[in-house]
């Protein structure tokens, strides 16, 4: 709860601080993959390892269910880039710079996840990696390189508030935005003075997370969050297909048609590799959010109404 309130607290300090922070921490947590693909390098080099392991998969499943068993996880993974289009308001030159930046992170974080994978693959079998509850730490230890444990669980600490850091300025800015075009309530776009942070959706946001962790395990809700990140991609490939035929005068990124195609296949393929159990809480947090929806559009209907008569 105080790690909580802290990223809450640093949120609100501006976005400047904000991102000055998760620069740092996305440095530290990187440096614990590349500590990982390093050694295992040398394990290798060193006549260790068994090559032929990175095309095994787990007893009793084929490739396909283990990839698609895979991929719901990965997605967490790459939680934050979409988080990314949520301030992109205050970003300079957004139609420049942000679409290379968001090109070039996700190239950067794909070459590493695929390094740490064949890294793991080689080190141990793929049914003790699917068993451990530290694998990339059992993966240090299994090359018998003297990396010292305390330091993974340093650097996988600062990965979790890196990622809690991220998903406050996500959530508190996407609040924001909703209050601002009256989808929610329009007390959530209240902003500080002097900082002009978002203060009251900071705290709502703030206070659900808080809820959040006294319910259910990490792997439910992790396997929640891509639930409904599947659904907001899908929207938003959807969306792509449909504002293309737009005509605006500034100028814009432009994707090819298939490129969102192929983007609603996967979402709605991945979709169906989730638990029932998963569904259930993802679909109750969707129900909290609809009647939050119907709630501000009768308040201000009613508001419309008063001031007509």
Same mark, same amino acid.
């Given at each position: ?10 949120? =609100? ?11 740092? @921490? ?11 693909? =390093? ?44 988080? %990314? ?9 957004? %139609? ?67 990622? =809690?850091?991220?998903?406050?300025? @996500?959530? %508190? $800015? ?35 997370? @808080? ?27 959807? %969306?792509?297909?449909?504002?293309? $035929?737009? $005509? ?51 308040? $201000? ?9």
């Amino acid at each position: 709860m105080v790690f909580l309130v802290i990223v809450g607290a640093l949120t =609100a300090r501006g976005i400047r601080e904000s991102m000055s922070a998760n620069l740092v @921490m996305t440095a530290i947590e990187l440096s614990g993959l590349v500590i990982v693909i =390093a050694v295992v390098g040398f394990f290798v080099a060193g006549g260790g390892g068994d090559v032929s392991r990175v095309m095994e998969t787990p007893e009793g499943s084929g490739v396909g269910l283990a990839v698609l068993g895979g991929a719901i996880i990965a997605y967490y993974s790459f939680v934050g880039f979409e988080t %990314s289009a949520n301030v992109i308001e205050e970003v300079k030159d957004p %139609s420049r710079t942000y679409p290379k930046a968001l090109f070039a992170a996700l190239l950067t974080a794909g070459a590493v996840y695929v390094l740490v994978g064949l890294a793991s693959a080689v080190a141990l079998p793929a049914d003790e990696l699917q068993q451990s509850t530290g694998p990339l730490l059992d993966v240090v230890e299994a090359t018998g390189i003297g990396v010292p444990s305390w330091l993974f669980s340093l650097i996988a600490l600062i990965a979790v508030a890196n990622g =809690a850091l991220l998903t406050m300025i @996500m959530a %508190s $800015r996407l609040a924001y935005g909703m209050a601002e075009r009256t989808l929610l309530p329009s007390g959530l776009g209240r902003v500080l003075p002097g900082r002009k942070t978002p203060w009251v959706a900071i705290v709502v946001t703030m206070i659900v997370a @808080m809820l959040l962790t006294l319910v259910g395990d990490l792997a439910t809700l992790a396997e929640t969050v891509v639930l409904l990140l599947l659904f907001v991609f899908l929207s938003a490939n959807v %969306s792509v297909l449909v504002l293309r $035929r737009d $005509r605006v005068e500034h100028d814009h990124f432009h994707v090819w048609t298939f490129v969102p195609v192929l983007g609603i296949a996967s979402c709605i393929l991945l979709l169906t590799q989730q638990r029932a159990i998963v569904w259930l809480f993802g679909g109750g947090l969707l129900v909290i959010g609809l009647a939050l929806y119907g709630l501000t559009q009768w308040a $201000r209907r009613r508001k419309a109404a008063a001031h007509v008569e």
